[in-house]
């Protein structure tokens, strides 16, 4: 079992930043692929970015590239989304999650957090 919290969420204006974090506890953690996804209301969860288990490869939706960084410290089971340049069209909520094996869907990961909130206001 691999158990996520999220972190680092709030309001921002357009042209901000943010860092998220997901603190992550569990056996195997620095062998799974962490990927950063999110939810607007209303709207189907998205894949934003996935980090391999050794963070050397890395991938991104085409609507953050350029503007979003994963990154991953396994000595602290923790892994970050630096997120600058918002838009409001970012706005959601984004979520951390975990998987042996996982790509750019969601169904592919088998944990997930709980969640946190980014709002980015004109």
Not at 34 to 53: D, H, I, L, N, Y
Not at 62 to 71: A, E, L, M
Request: charged share 15%; net charge positive; proline share 2%.
């Amino acid at each position: 079992q691999v158990q996520l919290v999220e972190s680092g969420g709030g309001l921002v204006q357009a042209g901000g930043s943010l860092r998220l974090s997901c603190a992550a506890s569990g056996r195997t953690f620095s062998t799974y692929t962490m990927g950063w996804f999110r939810q607007a209301p209303g709207k189907e969860r998205e894949f934003v970015a996935v980090s391999t288990w050794t963070g050397g490869r890395t991938y991104y939706a085409d609507s953050v590239k350029g503007r979003f960084t994963i990154s991953r410290d396994n000595a602290k089971n923790t892994v970050y989304l630096q997120m600058n340049s918002l838009k409001p069209e970012d706005t959601a909520v984004y979520y951390c999650a975990a998987s042996s094996q996982g790509g750019v869907r969601s169904r592919e990961y088998n944990y997930w957090g709980q969640g946190t909130q980014v709002t980015v206001s004109s």
